[in-house]
């Protein structure tokens, strides 16, 4: 507790100020101590004795504190992590899931703003990804291979991962257009996004396909 | 006598802010080399015209505000003023926000882990002047579901034969040349031995992220000891600039950690208090 500006009377603990605060009159403020401990009484009852600090798992506490206090803004926390989970923990079974999740890293999930809600759902560095580049579209190659060089990459995180954060853009630049195949593969399943990138002057112009439906291996 | 106002902010709260957007910032500007290159010379130089993306989010200039803009975080480590805390927070969600939805940005997980990192600050510092124990307890939980999240993203991503087998890392350790360890382990072993190590390395990777997926579940401190060396070993076997990613990770998981000890500390004195009551 704190005197301020002469008169008001803070606490550190909101709840506890929200329910003592009072102003000015010394029997107040000895009623508003009372009431403080009172309150941290029921907390560290609660949750805030030593052993369920130490050991409790966190999420645990704080389920048994929202019983007490209905914190609104935890609540939509949990809601939205919840969420996030049940959305990642169906991937492994559920086809939509993952055409979703590949189409995001292809940037062929329609419409944009579903592409930018997906953004925001985690996707740390998985999934096997592959890039294709070539000078000629591939079933022109699958007649005669010696069309153009193709050259295929392992990449990390996403496919089309190498057209961006990446300082040397030159080489993206050419005469003729650049024929680029993102391949995902995930539980036996394989996703390709044909892109093609044409260049004029410096500006360089990507123009994405659709997305393969997937084929079972 | 009137004094100043004074705003009453537990020091442990400003400490863990503090950190957090020390590391933060930190992860956000470990590429600064490659990003200030490549936001304010290469997107100039050789502009990429995706139409599947809006205007807004293809123009170079909003992705070099919004990589400039977190700069003004640093104000907190002057200030002790809230209001300076919620707008360095919301200045960071919103500047990884814009990144992550950018056209020459996007699917960087960097600005995707800043982006819940950020989110968690917004909230923390918007109630950062309580101090009683179930604050202090949705902090410590919300700030491992953050990390859980992320991890459950990676875990379950990686649960293919691809990966469990190490045949994707020891493809990306051979081509891509990086790593701390990677030149060492080169001129020392050959492909066929570096690839059986992957293939147990690959399988520790996938257990590991799916232990951290449960992280909620966990003792903070376990998650601490276990979780902030797991990340650190990731740039061993991957460049170091996946630090750009797990720095701000690492930064909330010793945020909640400074917590602890401040319940701690309140949990003493509120036991001194039962046990002599005024």
């Known amino acids: ?217 | 006598m009137s004094l100043p106002s004074v705003e009453l902010i537990p020091e442990r709260s400003i400490m863990a802010a503090r950190i957090v957007v020390a590391l933060w910032l930190v992860g956000w500007t470990s590429k600064c080399v490659l990003f200030m290159e490549y936001f304010f010379k290469t997107l100039v130089s050789h502009p990429m015209v995706n139409d599947f993306f809006p205007v807004f989010f293809r123009s170079a200039l909003v992705a070099q505000v919004a990589y400039l803009l977190p700069l003004l975080a640093l104000c907190v480590f002057v200030t002790r003023r809230r209001a300076w805390f919620c707008l360095a927070a919301v200045v960071m969600t919103v500047s990884s926000a814009l990144l992550l939805l950018h056209q020459d940005s996007a699917n960087d997980a960097t600005f995707e882990t800043s982006f819940w990192v950020g989110a968690w600050l917004v909230w923390f510092t918007w109630s950062m002047r309580r101090s009683d124990a179930d604050f202090l307890a949705h902090a410590r939980s919300l700030a491992l579901c953050v990390v859980a999240i992320q991890f459950c993203g990676g875990f379950v991503g990686k649960l293919t034969s691809e990966y469990w087998s190490g045949q994707v890392l020891a493809d990306m350790f051979m081509e891509q040349k990086q790593g701390l360890a990677a030149s060492w382990v080169r001129a020392h072993f050959d492909e066929a031995t570096i690839r059986i190590w992957f293939q147990w390395i690959s399988k520790c990777l996938i257990v590991g992220e799916g232990a951290l997926a449960l992280a909620p579940l966990l003792p903070y401190r376990l998650v601490c000891y276990t979780g902030i060396p797991f990340m650190l070993s990731f740039a061993l076997f991957k460049t170091w600039m996946i630090y750009s990613v797990l720095s701000c990770l690492i930064g909330l998981l010793i945020a909640g950690w400074i917590l602890i000890a401040q319940e701690v500390a309140d949990t003493d004195s509120a036991s001194l208090r039962r046990k002599y009551p005024m």
């Open chain 1, 1 to 217: 507790m704190m005197r301020v500006n002469g008169n008001d009377t803070v606490f550190f603990n909101d709840q506890v100020g929200a329910a003592c605060e009072t102003k000015d009159t010394h029997d107040k403020e000895i009623s508003s101590v009372d009431a403080g401990l009172a309150c941290d009484m029921h907390h560290v009852g609660e949750c805030g004795s030593l052993k369920a600090i130490m050991f409790l798992p966190p999420l645990i506490q704080s389920l048994r504190a929202l019983r007490w206090s209905k914190d609104s803004a935890v609540c939509i926390a949990y809601a939205v992590f919840a969420a996030i989970f049940i959305f990642l923990a169906c991937l492994p079974f559920s086809a939509a899931v993952q055409n979703m999740q590949v189409r995001k890293l292809h940037f062929a999930l329609h419409p944009f703003a579903a592409w930018a809600a997906d953004q925001f759902v985690p996707s740390m560095y998985n999934y096997p990804n592959r890039l294709v580049i070539s000078y000629a579209p591939l079933h022109e190659l699958d007649a005669s291979q010696e069309l153009a060089p193709v050259r295929t990459m392992t990449v990390n995180h996403y496919s089309f991962h190498p057209m961006y954060l990446d300082t040397d853009r030159q080489r993206l630049i050419s005469d003729q257009p650049l024929h680029l195949y993102a391949l995902t593969s995930y539980r036996g399943r394989e996703w390709m996004t044909p892109c093609v990138l044409t260049s004029e002057g410096n500006v360089i112009h990507m123009q994405i396909g659709t997305t393969d439906e997937p084929a079972q291996r």
